[in-house]
């Protein structure tokens, strides 16, 4: 991802994971957070239902037997419901299917960790 520093124009090769970075011509440091960029959180959730802590796993929406039905029945429906379903994928617990996950590094993953450890 390339970001232009406001203070000297110099182009900024920054990784979407990594939350600080700093212009390589004129050292100002940046917060991409800050910035409203988009850093890809790659650590690990707690689950509010059950305090489970883990990756969580996405969740394609629907049913499979639904969409195996409609393939059988008429094939059209079929397309557009598997379509739908992996274009509604959800984030969730993989031990209890909660989609009430926060980030273990948040106040409300580290309270909910030190209560269930
Ligand atoms: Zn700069
Ligand atoms: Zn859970």
Redesign the pocket.
């Known amino acids: 991802m390339m970001f232009t ?1 406001p ?4 182009q ?1 090769q920054r990784s979407n994971t990594t939350e600080t970075f700093q ?1 390589a ?4 440091d940046f917060n991409a957070r800050e910035l409203g960029l988009r850093v890809k959180y790659r650590g690990e959730y707690v689950c509010t239902q059950c305090a489970t802590r883990g990756r969580g796993i996405w969740k394609l929406a629907g049913s499979d037997v639904i969409e195996i039905a409609l393939y059988f029945l008429f094939c059209a429906p079929g397309v557009i419901y598997s379509v739908w379903r992996r274009s509604s994928q959800y984030h969730a617990c993989e031990h209890c299917d909660s989609v009430d996950l926060v980030r273990t590094s948040s106040p409300k993953g580290k309270k909910l960790l030190e209560q269930n450890p």
Do not use: M
């Not at 011509?25 to 100002?28: G, H, L, P």
């Open positions: 520093c203070v000297c124009g110099h900024i212009c011509r004129c050292a100002t």
